[in-house]
């Protein structure tokens, strides 16, 4: 008897396999356009392509990656992640993104492990039932294949959301599997343990890990009854979940170091915010259409709207559904509490910033629905099976061509920000991201535009207002613009690029010495500005200064090693003083870096003929 269980036990564990193989796999398809993507101007620009110091993994890196807080963040593993990107594909943006869809790949087949499990144990049924394990890939796939996945997998600075999401899946995985074996000894506990700490280490959001296995203790585990409470019952699930929660409290700490918050919403305002961001987080569950990169904080939150007033209506009835329900229906309940408890730290009563709500805040929350939409599967597929699997299949299907079309909007940094303000008109930095676009595509008059229509939009945007100057002077409007870079500068004194911008302003009219100036001080406020760095060795070589021009183009090439326009300076000073032969490398870099740059090419073919003509005649080619 024993022979036959093992004996079949191995071809079950191969078919859970495949499924989850398979899981994966659709999972990666309607994200496979996103390899086609470039990095955008949207956090890519300043994480990737203006950051040498995560690039590789040599203890330099590690020691940075270990001690920053780049950009308000702490996440060590995840650096660690992208260094080997590095490694493997320098800064051929394929390779980041291939990385992302694979770990989402993986954290849906762990997802539906894990539905497999939760389904089991709620339905007081066999998990390897037929009906168990078609809900559960369903599962997985309703969370995998949604549209508001494709901000965390095809932007390749949302790494942190795809590394940590598929540990916190993996240590849910694991919990699930020692408590079903038994009291947790410390071999089986050290693996949750190690496993939580990563996930903490790729993204912060993990620390709601804790409050999701108290839940799951009551439902389905049934650990915690509470009609039939006890010491020790209890004393288990306190001695597994305080190590974890300490842990969960050193995270929030670490965070709120990294966010540095700035001035906050009174609690009135919070509350409404979170009631609107939960109302929006179902509505575009159900209806994922209009997304976008951002979705703009209020400057007067308008708590007697409809939309907020229809938000605190739902908020309401999903808080009496959990408050009532909890007899007849328990999945449903323990599925909202999951939800409201793992997005609790993403909504504005605990922090707010620029955005009401984000598409990636629903990352670590959506499985909890995702596993209550299977439930439902499940059930019905004991009463209308194939009406119930070719509705299944065509949402599934829905959904993935819904993403596969999102995913390209994030081709590049055009695409990305057209829309954003096509789903989001009414912010500042959505008109200011396709500005830019604008301005380096060399259409000024629209550049400027979307400039004036992000400082209507938000007087108080600094960053907008330091663009429309630089346009100003691009368009020889050159009285105008001081006036824009000093109201940038009264907004945020510690603004590098609006003294960098001002000092380029200046450079463009020949008043050289204002304009280093303008490139010292911004370089005072951040060391590691390239573009100041490049921009000070350029007016250097424009009055003549061309010896003690150099050290800046190498510090600029050395801030940015991916910039074929520090690479074409560089060389045209060296040619200037005659040193062609060391000019050339630097022409063929910036050429190799950027093979649309024709400035590279004709300075790298006259660099050649002079050459040439200097060679004797017998050498000549």
């Known amino acids: 008897m024993t022979s036959v269980a093992a004996g079949t036990a191995a071809p079950l564990r191969v078919r859970i396999a495949l499924v989850a193989l398979a899981v994966a796999a659709l999972a990666t398809i309607p994200f496979l356009t996103g390899l086609q993507n470039d990095f955008v101007s949207w956090d890519d620009d300043r994480n990737f392509i203006r950051n040498p110091f995560y690039r590789g993994l040599g203890l330099t890196q590690l020691k940075w990656m270990w001690t920053t807080f780049h950009m308000g963040h702490y996440v060590p593993l995840t650096w660690m992640s992208h260094g080997l990107d590095y490694v493997l594909w320098g800064l051929d943006p394929f390779g980041y993104h291939l990385t992302n869809i694979v770990l989402h790949a993986a954290n849906a087949a762990v997802i539906f492990l894990v539905a497999r499990r939760l389904l089991g144990l709620a339905m007081t049924r066999d998990r390897n039932d037929t009906n168990i394990v078609l809900a559960s890939a369903f599962a997985a796939l309703v969370f995998a294949v949604h549209p508001l996945r494709v901000e965390s997998v095809a932007w390749a600075t949302e790494r942190r959301d795809v590394l940590s999401g598929v540990l916190y899946s993996l240590t849910v995985l694991l919990y699930l599997r020692a408590v079903e074996a038994g009291p947790l000894s410390p071999r089986r506990y050290t693996p949750i343990f190690a496993l939580f700490l990563a996930s903490l280490l790729a993204k912060a959001t993990s620390m709601t890990l804790p409050a999701l296995l108290l839940l799951l203790n009551v439902y389905p585990l049934r650990r915690l009854q509470p009609r039939s409470l006890s010491w020790q019952r209890v004393k288990p699930v306190i001695n597994e979940l305080v190590p974890l929660t300490l842990l969960s409290i050193a995270a929030m700490l670490l965070s709120l170091l990294a966010l540095r918050p700035g001035p906050q919403l009174g609690i009135v305002d919070k509350i409404a915010v979170s009631c609107y961001s939960v109302a929006f987080y179902v509505w575009k569950t159900l209806v994922p259409t209009g997304l976008g990169p951002i979705y703009p904080m209020p400057l007067d939150v308008p708590l007697g709207s409809p939309a907020y007033l229809a938000s605190y209506a739902l908020v309401a009835l999903l808080a009496l559904i959990v408050a ?298």
Do not use: C
């Not at 065509?394 to 061509?401: I, P």
């Not at 096509?422 to 535009?449: C, M, P, Q, R, W």
């Not at 400039?451 to 009285?479: C, S, V």
């Open 324 to 621: 009532v329900q909890w007899k007849p229906w328990p999945g449903v309940v323990t599925g909202i509490a999951a939800f409201f408890v793992i997005v609790l730290p993403m909504l504005g009563v605990v922090q707010n910033g620029p955005q009401v709500a984000a598409d990636r805040y629903t990352y670590h929350a959506m499985p909890a629905v995702a596993i209550l939409a299977g439930t439902g599967l499940a059930w019905m597929l004991g009463r209308w099976r194939l009406a119930s699997i070719g509705a299944a299949v065509t949402l599934l299907a829905a959904f993935g061509v819904l993403t596969w079309k999102q995913t390209q909007h994030w081709r590049n940094s055009s695409t990305l920000w057209t829309q954003a303000v096509s789903a989001a008109d009414h912010s500042a930095i959505a008109h200011d991201g396709l500005a830019t676009t604008h301005y380096h595509n060399g259409n000024l008059a629209k550049a400027l535009e979307h400039y004036e229509r992000a400082t209507q939009l938000n007087p108080y945007y600094a960053d907008a207002r330091a663009n429309i100057g630089i346009t100003l002077a691009r368009l020889n409007r050159f009285k105008e613009a001081p006036l824009h870079f000093q109201r940038a500068l009264e907004m945020k004194p510690d603004f590098d690029m609006a003294e960098n911008n001002w000092g380029v302003a200046e450079a463009m009219q020949g008043n050289l010495m204002a304009a280093i100036g303008h490139f010292r001080l911004a370089l005072q406020i951040n060391p590691l500005n390239a573009d100041a760095e490049l921009n000070w060795a350029n007016a250097l070589v424009s009055g003549g200064n061309l010896d003690i021009a150099f050290p800046h183009y190498k510090r600029a090439a050395e801030l940015h090693p991916g910039s074929a326009e520090t690479e074409a300076h560089w060389g045209a000073a060296l040619a200037q003083l005659g040193m062609v032969d060391e000019a050339l490398p630097h022409f063929r870099r910036a050429i190799d870096l950027n093979p649309n740059d024709e400035k590279a090419r004709r300075l790298l073919a006259r660099a050649l003929a002079e050459l040439a003509a200097k060679a004797p005649t017998g050498q000549r080619r």
